[in-house]
Each structure stands twice: as C-alpha cells, then as structure tokens.
C-alpha cells in the first residue's frame, strides 16, 4: 500500500514538474517573440551608418514623394551640424508598433563613398528603408529651418508641338 502511495506521489510530481517546464517553455517563447523584433529593427537601424554621413538634404515634394516635383530642397554640410543632426536621430527611439505614414517630406543622408541613405519626414518620425523602420526623434523642423535652401530650377511649358 505504502509503495502504490508512494508510486502515486511521484507520477503526481512528475506531471507537475511537466507542467512547469512546459509553462516555463512557453514563457520562454513568448518573451523570445516579442525581443527578437525589437533586437533586429536595432541592428538595422545601428548598421545603416547614418553616423558616417557628410552631409544632409532634405527635400519636400509638391505631391507624392520621389514622384513630383520639388517644392523645398535644403542642404546642411557643416560638419559639426551634420555630425549634431546624426547623433540626434541616432539616440531616437524605435517605437514596437507604432508607424508613421510616408508623405511628402524625405531627408537624404549622403555617406563618404557616395551612398545615400534616405528617410521618409512624418512630423517627429523618420521612416528609413522606405518607411519599414520608423524612429522617433522628436520634433526635427527646427533643424531643417537652418538648412541653407537651395535654388530650384523652374522649367516652363514642356507640351510637345
């Protein structure tokens, strides 16, 4: 009797130990499914190298992004204000759900070699990879009012005679 009691006691605490471990497993995998998100949209953003950039441009179109024409174009290539515009959109956040919508406003970040990387402008957002990776940076239209503006060439009546 005492050896059934003892047999019995022992499945009982195997099935909680199951039990545990599988709570544990499943706690595990939960956490893992919601950090592995976070990890690589941080190792995007840490490997596009916006830090390296020279200088900054940044452009609002008319209509749709990269489909119409110009409407404000401003460039910043003072070393020390480039270098103090990266280290700000570099300490933004990246928010887990949050998105912003790509509009009309891109900013373009010109690397040494010759590289672009550009952004999409969202009020306090910056959508990189064409809006895939989104940061919050805070409000950045103070920083593009002191880009020196650019002359924009104005073309006339392009109808074929």
Not at 42 to 68: D, P
Not at 78 to 84: I, N, P
Not at 121 to 134: I, P, Q, R, S, T
């Amino acid at each position: 009797m005492k050896v059934k009691a003892s047999v019995q006691k022992l499945k009982e605490k195997a099935k909680t130990k199951k039990r545990q471990i599988a709570a544990c497993a499943a706690a595990i995998l939960t956490i893992c499914a919601f950090t592995f998100p976070i990890i690589t949209r941080h190792m995007a953003f840490k490997n596009l190298g916006i830090e390296n950039a020279v200088k900054i441009t940044y452009v609002q179109y008319v209509g749709e992004a990269f489909a119409s024409s110009l409407k404000v174009q401003r460039t910043l290539e003072d070393e020390g204000a480039v270098k103090e515009f990266t280290e700000t959109v570099s300490q933004g956040k990246i928010p887990y759900a949050q998105k912003g919508k790509a509009e009309n406003s891109v900013v373009f970040f010109h690397m040494e070699n010759g590289d672009r990387i550009s952004a999409f402008v969202d009020g306090a957002n910056l959508g990189f990879n064409y809006g895939k990776l989104w940061i919050k940076t805070g409000d950045l239209s103070d920083r593009f009012d002191i880009m020196e503006e650019q002359d924009l060439v104005k073309i006339k009546d392009l109808s074929s005679e």
